[in-house]
């Protein structure tokens, strides 16, 4: 039973593309590895910008200067 978690940013992903990236998952774990879709799990977690970091700083603050 696979289990995916997809972990992003809480900036604006709709509920559209998060039926996507879980269909898009399932069937590329039974494409290539040939698990069941009936039984892979797929857990999308969205993250506040203030709780995600990258290089050190939080990413609220390097959105707020353009990066």
């Known amino acids: ?4 978690n997809i972990k992003v ?4 992903v709709n ?3 998060k ?3 879980i269909k898009g998952v399932t069937d590329l774990l ?7 879709p009936a039984t892979t799990v797929v857990v ?3 993250v506040d910008t203030d709780n995600w970091g990258i ?6 603050r390097r ?3 353009g990066q």
């Open 19 to 21: 039926a996507e990236l």
């Open 30 to 36: 039974q494409q290539v590895l040939g698990k069941n």
């Open 15 to 17: 509920p559209a593309q």
């Open 55 to 60: 290089a050190g700083e939080q990413v609220t």
């Open 63 to 65: 959105r707020a200067r």
């Open 44 to 46: 999308i977690d969205e």
């Open 1 to 4: 039973m696979p289990y995916v």
């Open 9 to 12: 940013t809480r900036e604006g």
